[in-house]
């Protein structure tokens, strides 16, 4: 029979994003049990560029009872609908990987490989004609899930945001003190262990010891807790993403708000652009060994939307994964546990999936290495798949025009990619293992616009009559089409939001 006791402090070091997501989720879901402080210094600028999310965030947000207009009004958000990539597999050609399904299914198969056998054989048009989030991102058009219209594609709209990153820490840290978490102002300058290894406690600037029984690590890149104490150790894949350094810069907005993000290639990496109510976020993401800072930085003020509000940040990285998530009484999330690049938009994603994780393994003092053990495989499956994900969007490309992307076309790649690659070729397969975070239709999407061709399709797609399959998937992108013209307008979508805010708040 156990015997531990139950935790009673949590101490989260560090802010921004990852501090305060996790702050808000824990003071909400844990009733205030347990004592929870964070510990972030204004000195101490984040990262701040993580601005487009993937339709997770709306659980996160739901979970904690976030109402959505509040939230869009406060953090300048706007609704994003999938993401554009221009220039990727050849240049001069771009495709969307949109949020959603395509088509419906028929008998026993999906619709992609009825789709596939039609377009194989010259008669169907793109995949995207089957995707109403990617039409409706095309036309610039938004609306929310209609659910009251359960035989129509508008019942089930899956949409994300892109959002003020900074003003999301903000909104959050309202709310996670208002449930009693407690904020300490100041710099960590110490870090004191038990004989075991854990964590005792945090010491401030101004001498203040702070203790607690687990510890998040939100530090960022440093990882004060989970890399500089416990010496935890870090996987390095720049040999797969080469990219290593960003400049960021926000700039004017043009004046449409596009429902999706977009992601150009670039000789020596990609730039993002992110349209938010206020400003344009943008930055470009490059491979230092393939490209010099100047270069990149001249590339990313040239392609700006708008003028430049601030002057351009630079950020360095190397892309990989703490060797444990959680070490000890060390839980890290955020930048502290890896980072992978923003190409996806799955940031975000991954400290909601990290604080989930954590709740589901919440530990009691005895901190059971079963538990732990178990977390961090959980932990290391996701991040290892969103890899492969990424990594196929460099691998599978046509382009060798510049140094950097003929070694990306011909670097080496996990053999977990290998093998959905290989499958992907012969009939069009796609296998999702273990609820991993992209769908078969997210990866379909990505293989088809980079260019990579199957050489078949399943068998039982040639069970269906010629004309049935014709007419089954002209009536499906009719539909759609419909679908899309009745749907508001992105920016007019927004614009009744803002106007529908509180008087006390319409002021600010």
Same mark, same amino acid.
């Given at each position: 029979?156990?015997?531990?006791?139950?935790?009673?402090?949590?101490?989260?070091?560090?802010?921004?994003?990852?501090?305060?997501?996790?702050?808000?989720?824990?003071? #909400? &879901?844990?009733? @205030?049990? %347990? =004592?929870?402080? $964070?510990?972030?210094?204004? /000195?101490?600028?984040? *990262?701040?560029?993580? !601005?487009?999310?993937?339709?997770?965030?709306?659980?996160?947000?739901?979970?904690?009872?976030?109402?959505?207009?509040?939230?869009?009004?406060?953090?300048?958000?706007?609704?994003?609908?999938?993401?554009?990539?221009?220039?990727?597999?050849?240049?001069?050609?771009?495709?969307?990987?949109?949020?959603?399904?395509?088509?419906?299914?028929?008998?026993?198969?999906?619709?992609?490989?009825?789709?596939?056998?039609?377009?194989?054989?010259?008669?169907?048009?793109?995949?995207?004609?089957?995707?109403?989030?990617?039409?409706?991102?095309?036309?610039?058009?938004?609306?929310?899930?209609?659910?009251?219209?359960?035989?129509?594609?508008?019942?089930?709209?899956?949409?994300?945001? #892109? &959002?003020?990153? @900074?003003? %999301? =820490?903000?909104? $959050?840290?309202?709310?996670? /003190?208002?449930?009693? *978490?407690?904020?300490? !102002?100041?710099?960590?300058?110490?870090?004191?262990?038990?004989?075991?290894?854990?964590?005792?406690?945090?010491?401030?600037?101004?001498?203040?010891?702070?203790?607690?029984?687990?510890?998040?690590?939100?530090?960022?890149?440093?990882?004060?807790?989970?890399?500089?104490?416990?010496?935890?150790?870090?996987?390095?894949?720049?040999?797969?993403?080469?990219?290593?350094?960003?400049?960021?810069?926000?700039?004017?907005?043009?004046?449409?708000?596009?429902?999706?993000?977009?992601?150009?290639?670039?000789?020596?990496?990609?730039?993002?652009?992110?349209?938010?109510?206020?400003?344009?976020?943008?930055?470009?993401?490059?491979?230092?060994?393939?490209?010099?800072?100047?270069?990149?930085?001249?590339?990313?003020?040239?392609?700006?939307?708008?003028?430049?509000?601030? /002057?351009?940040?630079?950020?360095?990285?190397?892309?990989?994964?703490?060797?444990?998530?959680?070490?000890?009484?060390?839980?890290?999330?955020?930048?502290?546990?890896?980072?992978?690049?923003?190409?996806?938009?799955?940031?975000?994603?991954?400290?909601?999936?990290?604080?989930?994780?954590?709740?589901?393994?919440?530990?009691?003092?005895?901190?059971?290495?079963?538990?732990?053990?178990?977390?961090?495989?959980?932990?290391?499956?996701?991040?290892?798949?969103?890899?492969?994900?990424?990594?196929?969007?460099?691998?599978?490309?046509?382009?060798?025009?510049?140094?950097?992307?003929?070694?990306?076309?011909?670097?080496?790649?996990?053999?977990?990619?290998?093998?959905?690659?290989?499958?992907?070729?012969?009939?069009?397969?796609?296998?999702?293992?273990?609820?991993?975070?992209?769908?078969?239709?997210?990866?379909?999407?990505?293989?088809?616009?980079?260019?990579?061709?199957?050489?078949?399709?399943?068998?039982?797609?040639?069970?269906?009559?010629?004309?049935?399959?014709?007419?089954?998937?002209?009536?499906?992108?009719?539909?759609?089409?419909?679908?899309?013209?009745?749907?508001?307008?992105?920016?007019?979508?927004?614009?009744?939001?803002?106007?529908?805010?509180?008087?006390?708040?319409?002021?600010?």
């Amino acid at each position: 029979m156990k015997t531990e006791t139950p935790l009673k402090n949590i101490v989260i070091v560090g802010g921004g994003t990852a501090g305060w997501m996790t702050a808000a989720s824990l003071s #909400h &879901l844990l009733r @205030g049990k %347990y =004592a929870i402080r $964070l510990i972030e210094s204004d /000195e101490i600028s984040t *990262v701040g560029v993580g !601005e487009s999310t993937i339709p997770m965030i709306r659980l996160f947000n739901t979970t904690l009872g976030i109402n959505e207009d509040e939230f869009m009004r406060e953090t300048k958000a706007t609704f994003k609908l999938g993401i554009e990539f221009a220039d990727w597999g050849r240049a001069g050609e771009r495709y969307m990987h949109g949020f959603g399904v395509l088509g419906q299914p028929l008998w026993t198969l999906e619709f992609f490989q009825y789709w596939l056998r039609a377009w194989q054989a010259g008669k169907a048009p793109d995949l995207e004609h089957y995707s109403l989030n990617r039409m409706a991102a095309r036309a610039g058009k938004f609306m929310r899930p209609q659910p009251e219209m359960p035989n129509s594609p508008l019942a089930d709209i899956p949409y994300a945001f #892109h &959002l003020d990153a @900074g003003l %999301y =820490a903000r909104y $959050l840290r309202k709310f996670a /003190e208002s449930r009693g *978490v407690v904020r300490s !102002e100041g710099k960590v300058v110490e870090v004191r262990q038990h004989d075991n290894g854990f964590i005792e406690s945090v010491v401030m600037e101004n001498g203040l010891a702070i203790g607690g029984d687990l510890f998040i690590d939100c530090s960022g890149f440093r990882g004060l807790l989970i890399e500089q104490t416990l010496k935890t150790g870090f996987e390095d894949w720049s040999h797969w993403l080469p990219c290593d350094r960003a400049w960021a810069v926000p700039c004017e907005s043009n004046g449409k708000l596009q429902p999706y993000t977009r992601a150009t290639a670039r000789p020596a990496g990609w730039q993002w652009r992110i349209g938010l109510q206020h400003r344009t976020g943008n930055g470009h993401v490059y491979a230092s060994r393939f490209m010099s800072d100047d270069e990149a930085a001249s590339i990313l003020m040239k392609n700006l939307d708008g003028k430049a509000l601030a /002057e351009p940040r630079m950020l360095r990285f190397t892309a990989g994964k703490r060797k444990q998530v959680w070490n000890k009484n060390v839980v890290a999330v955020g930048l502290s546990s890896g980072f992978l690049e923003p190409l996806e938009s799955t940031s975000i994603h991954l400290i909601q999936s990290t604080v989930s994780r954590l709740l589901n393994f919440f530990p009691d003092t005895g901190f059971d290495q079963a538990d732990i053990d178990e977390f961090n495989r959980q932990c290391e499956f996701e991040v290892e798949r969103i890899r492969d994900f990424i990594i196929l969007h460099y691998h599978a490309t046509e382009r060798g025009d510049t140094p950097f992307w003929d070694h990306c076309r011909t670097m080496d790649i996990p053999d977990t990619l290998r093998r959905k690659l290989e499958l992907y070729k012969s009939n069009g397969r796609v296998i999702r293992e273990n609820n991993e975070l992209f769908t078969e239709v997210g990866w379909q999407q990505v293989f088809h616009g980079q260019g990579v061709r199957p050489r078949g399709h399943h068998p039982l797609a040639g069970l269906l009559d010629e004309k049935d399959l014709l007419g089954f998937l002209g009536n499906i992108e009719q539909v759609i089409g419909k679908c899309v013209d009745v749907m508001p307008t992105h920016d007019d979508f927004i614009a009744a939001i803002v106007a529908a805010a509180p008087p006390d708040t319409a002021r600010r």
